[in-house]
């Protein structure tokens, strides 16, 4: 294989191709979710692919901003980005398009975004993702729903080992208000990246009582028991502790629904510090250790498009949760393609008629329309995946009958077209 030649395998770093095993799979996790989405009665939005920029940034978290991938609109001169979150633009739509409509509003949505990263090696720069907003509710039980949403969406898929790891940006919050500033930066980055040596150095450089608390915070993850942990830690103080109050009532709102098992608490928890207000979460699956998702509280958002609202919601990666199916032997439907009907015969209308009667029964049939002999079409049926031969020629034409032969299996029989003609799961 020639330079020129090797050139048409390369794609830009970050993107990559699916064959049709690895796009049915993914199709199949999307529409899991989504059916899933729908059944606690969301709706779907479609978002475009690509919005003014100056728009886009008013929602955007901090650190997305520099991912953006940025092209001039011709015919204006303005700069457009495509979009690198869905959260902002459903946010725009609820606040615009959508702002007379009745309260709460659940919208789901799918598809791709897309994100520079430029730090990140071969990391996808185009990301697939579903997920929820429910807009217009301030309560401890709109954010339960959240997390029992994204846990019984990952058991319909067949994932069992996953933790969902919440915690609050209020509490974060009120205590980086309480050192000193020129701290906070450092402190945010240690936090972010786990890193308890880091965060200990910082620690001495804080004055009492809130060394303690700091020198404390990164080990305040694990069961409901480290709300009270972390009350001790903190003492009389009422603008924390009615955060970890919160967390409580949160917990006993999952509990309900049987999930308790599934949230940890971790009060050091900072994704998204600019982005959320309340509650936020993140779900890990064990094993490989990926993130699947995450999402939480965002009270501000909307306003920022004019119309000022609470919401929750979260987002659901489709690649990582394909590759965490994958890597633990997931169970994956059928998608095999029913038959290949293989006509013999001179004129083609019976074949055309037989194929279109079976689609319509709810089969999926393809047409071996290379003139070749019986076992060539056999095995390209072996190598495509095709279940079934329908083999007809000028004399079972005749008899009103076809030759089925079973592609793994190798048994024929010979059924009339009625016996053929049957509702497919009838």
Not at 304 to 310: C, D, H, I, V, Y
Not at 321 to 341: A, C, R
Not at 393 to 422: A, H, N, P, Y
Request: proline residues 4%.
């Amino acid at each position: 294989m020639n330079k020129e030649q090797l050139s048409l395998f390369q794609l830009p770093r970050g993107v990559k191709v699916l064959p049709p095993r690895g796009a049915q799979r993914r199709e199949w996790v999307r529409k899991v979710l989504l059916e899933t989405f729908q059944s606690w009665g969301f709706q779907k939005v479609v978002t475009p692919h690509f919005e003014y920029l100056d728009i886009l940034l008013k929602g955007l978290e901090e650190g997305l901003e520099d991912r953006v991938y940025r092209l001039v609109e011709r015919e204006t001169g303005r700069l457009i980005a495509l979009r690198p979150d869905f959260t902002p633009q459903v946010a725009r739509i609820a606040a615009t398009v959508m702002k007379d409509y009745p309260r709460p509003l659940r919208l789901c949505y799918s598809g791709g975004v897309f994100r520079y990263m430029p730090d990140r090696g071969e990391e996808e720069k185009e990301l697939h993702q579903v997920g929820v907003e429910l807009i217009g509710l301030d309560l401890p039980e709109a954010d339960a729903e959240m997390i029992a949403m994204a846990a019984r969406s990952l058991e319909n898929l067949g994932l069992t080992h996953y933790t969902i790891a919440v915690g609050h940006m209020g509490f974060i919050a009120g205590i980086l208000e309480a050192i000193p500033q020129h701290l906070v930066p450092k402190l945010k980055r240690a936090l972010a990246e786990k890193n308890r040596t880091e965060t200990r150095k910082i620690c001495r450089q804080v004055p009492t009582p809130w060394r303690e608390v700091l020198k404390e915070l990164p080990t305040l993850y694990g069961d409901i028991k480290v709300l009270d942990t972390a009350r001790v830690i903190l003492g009389q103080n009422e603008k924390l502790t009615k955060h970890l109050d919160y967390l409580e009532t949160l917990h006993s709102m999952v509990e309900t629904y049987g999930l308790a098992h599934r949230m940890v608490i971790d009060l050091s928890e900072i994704r998204g510090f600019q982005y959320h207000t309340g509650m936020v979460f993140e779900i890990f699956t064990e094993g490989m250790g990926k993130k699947l998702g995450g999402g939480g509280r965002y009270d501000w958002l909307l306003e920022r498009f004019g119309k000022s609202e609470p919401a929750t919601g979260f987002g659901i990666n489709v690649d990582a949760v394909l590759k965490d199916l994958e890597y633990k032997g997931g169970k994956w439907p059928s998608f095999q393609i029913d038959y290949l009907l293989v006509d013999f015969s001179k004129d083609k209308k019976t074949a055309l008629e037989l194929a279109r009667k079976l689609r319509e029964l709810g089969w999926k049939v393809a047409r071996d329309i290379i003139k070749r002999d019986l076992k060539g079409s056999l095995e390209y049926a072996k190598k495509t995946d095709i279940q079934f031969l329908i083999v007809m020629d000028d004399e079972l034409k005749e008899k009103k009958q076809v030759r089925v032969i079973d592609t793994t299996e190798g048994k024929e029989s010979l059924l009339s077209l009625e016996e053929l003609l049957i509702p497919k799961g009838g």
